[in-house]
């Protein structure tokens, strides 16, 4: 530990919490932990899809930003390293409608390659689309596994252990960012954050493009091809919490994707699994600065990416380290003196749970 260098503690090791635990290490501003009680593959982040594309989350001119912010960063820093090492390849990914859309999706202005689907390029059945060329899409797994690795590379450390009370993170740093996704519901009791319950089933590879049937937001069809598979989808089934694939679900799955084109009928896919993941919704993803303790601790909100924390990660991780720095510099100075009361509390956790401890 750089005793010259800020300590902060994330809690959540989902792609939210490592994203943004990735951006503060590369400065070599700050000594960072992450706190979690999952890890991957156990994490939300390793139930999706994924592809870039925003989808199920608000507000949608800084999703717009968060989401063009976050292809540019793929592009420079982690494409360039190849699929083997990321998991992450670059895919056209198309949104297809059976009905016509007037209205442009709100985040398009922000993406250079939008566009709206030709009428050569539309599938059978559906008279309206959109296009984004240069969308992307990952294995889950790999891609969360090479984030954890980089983490780590940059000296960052991970501890898996859940955190019951707010206040406990600050006995050992000034900053703390909750990622906690889903969890903030109990962690700092924001009833505002829910579960949009998806289920997906894992198939043997299909086709270069990524094709999504939005047309009902709740009765999702989408075929997305990845680098060793592809997945179906997909459900929202909000507050539903329940964690089982279920076989009704699968099949009504099946039956979406084969509407989408012949190729996708059931006698045409050999099913490798489902899963089945809690999107953490809420109205609009927060991200903000909140000053604890009398404006002595800063805690730097960033949950709630809905459908869409894949896409905005990496936007929301650059936002979170401005944060971080115009909060840091408005921290009133601990002194000895008013050491709060619960910091005498886990003494003999003292030793064993976290490097930062101010002696
Ligand atoms: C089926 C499905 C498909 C999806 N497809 C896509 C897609 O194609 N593109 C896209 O961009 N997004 C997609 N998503 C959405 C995406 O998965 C989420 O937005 C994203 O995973 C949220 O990341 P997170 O890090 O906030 O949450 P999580 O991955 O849930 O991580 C939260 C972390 O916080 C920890 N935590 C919570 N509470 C506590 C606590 N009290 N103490 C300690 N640790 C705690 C958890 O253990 C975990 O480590 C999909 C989601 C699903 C379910
Ligand atoms: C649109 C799909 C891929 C998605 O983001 C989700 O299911 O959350």
Known sequence: MNIH???IIIIGCGCIGLSAGVILLKTGDYNVKIWAKD??????????????????SEPLDKVGRWSQETMDYFKKEIIPLGVEKTGTLTKKVYELY???????????????????MKKEEMLDGYIDGFTVEDGFVMDTDQYMDWLVESFKALGGSIDQREVVDIREPFIYADIVINCSGLGARELIGDR???????????????????????????????????????????????????????KKDTEEILDRVAKISPQFERKNLKILGEKVGLRPSRYSIRLENEFMQD?????????????????????????????????????????KSDVPWYSLLNKRRSSSSCSFVND
Request: hydrophobic residues 30%; proline residues 7%; charged residues 20%.
């Open 5 to 7: 260098k800020k300590d």
């Open 39 to 56: 890890l991957p593959p156990n994490t939300t982040s390793n139930k999706a899809a994924a592809l870039w594309y925003p989808f199920l």
């Open 98 to 116: 059976r009905t016509p859309r007037a209205q442009l999706p709100e985040w398009s202005p922000f993406v250079p390659s939008f566009r709206r």
């Open 192 to 246: 505002l954050v829910y579960p949009s319950r998806g289920q997906i089933i894992v198939v043997d590879n299909t086709r270069d493009i990524s094709l999504m049937d939005e047309e009902d937001e709740y009765q999702l069809g989408y075929v997305i091809p990845r680098v060793h598979n592809s997945v179906l989808g997909g459900t929202n089934q909000q507050h539903n919490y329940n964690l089982e694939p279920s």
């Open 295 to 335: 404006g002595r601790k800063l805690l730097v909100h960033n949950y709630g990416h809905g459908g869409s924390g894949f896409t905005v990660s990496w936007g929301c991780a650059l936002d979170t380290l401005k944060l971080v720095r115009k909060g840091a510099d408005k921290l009133k100075t601990s002194n």
